[in-house]
Structure formats: structure tokens, C-alpha cells
């Protein structure tokens, strides 16, 4: 645990001048989501030993839906094959190159899986109409999030650090080509795990004011914009320190609704999950 400073420097860094939750429970666990950051920058070191079982025993330990174990994860070592799905991304995206998929040792490719129900359902003669719904599909890609965010803290507890990859849908099909993905079993996003460089660590990524996003009982509806402009302030400084192109949240959320651009590949989803077996009924 560190000192009541290091903890007050957390929650500036996490809300910056914005309003702060002033009664925080400074479990180690708290204290380590809160110092939670996205590492894009990485040394050339392998994972520690067991590292890579330490994030799985972590991530099958998450709840899952019914306990069906329905999701699945490929695991990318082989640094030709990981340059391969880079470059097939990066055909997605404005850039030749995404350089933290190519510097992190490993990149894992979290499977929402209903292969194995799939098979498992036929092979004892029934008809499995329930994985032909959008729930079914839903309920793996939730339980996928659940189990990759428990092997991401499990990853910074060992100091490694991780980036989630949404980018990797931008080629869903391709990849799962590459990586001979069953029916019934889709890549709902990656993660570049590995070693930060500090000497290109970044900062933590300030969050909007809690009552933003907390609503007590009955959801109000327009009361976040009152907190935009405190929220606009803190990542601006954020913004600044970490040398970011200047633009704002509000700005951001207009691109991501807006720019079709932003989906990058995306928006033909429907039809390559629907290619993978999955009717999303
Ligand atoms: C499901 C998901 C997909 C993401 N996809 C990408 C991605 O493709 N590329 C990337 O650089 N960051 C990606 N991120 C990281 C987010 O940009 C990052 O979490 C966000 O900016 C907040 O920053 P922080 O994680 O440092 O707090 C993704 C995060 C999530 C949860």
C-alpha cells in the first residue's frame, strides 16, 4: 500500500481538477485499478515465467454467465505471426504501422467462444437454437470482457502492461482466418501484454466527475452536462502533458458517433459474425 499522498496524487490524476470522491476504501486492489493506465510502449523482454498462466487463472476466475466457460483465448508469441495480424490491422487504420501490437511479446486474441457448446450440445444429439441469439452471442462477448479485464489487472499486479485492441475487429474476418478460428467463436478484441518502457510511460487518463456517471436510483438525464467543462479542463491538461494532439471529449464523442472512418472496417460486423455461424436471432 502506498502513503495517503501517493493515494491524494491518484485521485488527481484520475479526476484531475474536477470534484473528487473523498472517501475511498485504499484497498490494494483499489489502489490498483486506480493507478490503471494503457501501456502502448514496451521493452523487447518476453513475459516473465508463468506470467501467462497467472493472467488465465486470473481471467477464468471472473463470474461468467451460467458457467458455461464460454469464451476462449489465442495467445500470439510467434513474433512473424504477430507481425502478420499487425500488418493486417494496420491496412484498417490510418497508419502502416501499429507499433505496440509489434513491440509487446505477446498479444492475445480474447475469443467469445460457443464452439465448444456448439459441439458439445450436437454431439449428444440436440439442436443448440439458444446460441443462434443475439443474447447467446451477447452473453460470451460480455463474459470474454469479464475474463480479459481480470488477466489485464492480473498482468499490472506483475507489472506488465496491457492495451486493450479493439482495432483487432477492424479485420475480424482476416484474423480469424489467420488464426483458424472455428464457427461459433469470434475475436472480440486483443490485448498487447509486455514489459512498459519507462522511458515512454504514460500518465493515467483523468475520468469524468463521479456524479457524471453515478445516478442514485432514478437516472437523470441531463445532468452530466453540467460536469463537461470541469471534465474538458482536466483532460486538456492531461492533453497537454502528454504532448496529445489538442481536442476535446465532446469532440472525440462527435468523431466516434459521426466518422464512419472511426469504424475502420467495423461497420461490416453484422455480416462477419453472421459468416462465423452466429445468426444473432
Ligand atoms: C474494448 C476496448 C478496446 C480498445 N481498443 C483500443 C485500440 O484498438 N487501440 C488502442 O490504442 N487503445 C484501445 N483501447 C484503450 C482505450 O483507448 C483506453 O482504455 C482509453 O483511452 C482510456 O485510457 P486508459 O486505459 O489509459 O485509462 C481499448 C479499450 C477497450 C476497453
Known sequence: MTSHDDQIALLQQRYGSQTKPNNIHWTPQVEAMLSHRSVRTF????????ALETMIAAAQSASNSSALNQW????VTDSELKQKISNTVALTVPTDRIPWIEEAPVLLLWVADLSRSEKITKEQGG??????YLD??????????????????????????????????NAA??????????????ITFGMAVGHPDP???SSIRPRPA??????????QSNEFTSYLEKYEESLFDFRVKQGMKIKTWQEAVYSAA??????????KLRQTVTKKGFKLL
Open 136 to 169: 447467446s452471442f451477447l452473453m460470451a462477448s460480455i463474459d470474454t470482457s469479464l475474463a480479459a479485464q481480470n488477466a489485464s489487472l492480473a498482468a499490472e499486479s506483475m507489472r506488465l502492461g496491457v492495451v486493450f485492441l479493439g482495432v483487432m475487429r
Open 127 to 132: 439442436d443448440p437454437i439458444v446460441l443462434d
Open 258 to 267: 459521426t466518422s464512419m472512418k472511426y469504424m475502420g472496417g467495423r461497420e
Open 72 to 75: 476462449s483465448l489465442v495467445a
Open 43 to 50: 521493452l523487447s523482454k518476453p513475459l516473465p515465467e508463468g
Open 199 to 201: 522511458s515512454r510511460f
Open 173 to 186: 474476418e482476416e484474423i480469424a482466418k489467420i488464426v483458424n478460428l472455428p464457427s461459433y467463436s469470434f
Open 210 to 219: 463521479q456524479p457524471m456517471v453515478l445516478h442514485h436510483n432514478y437516472y
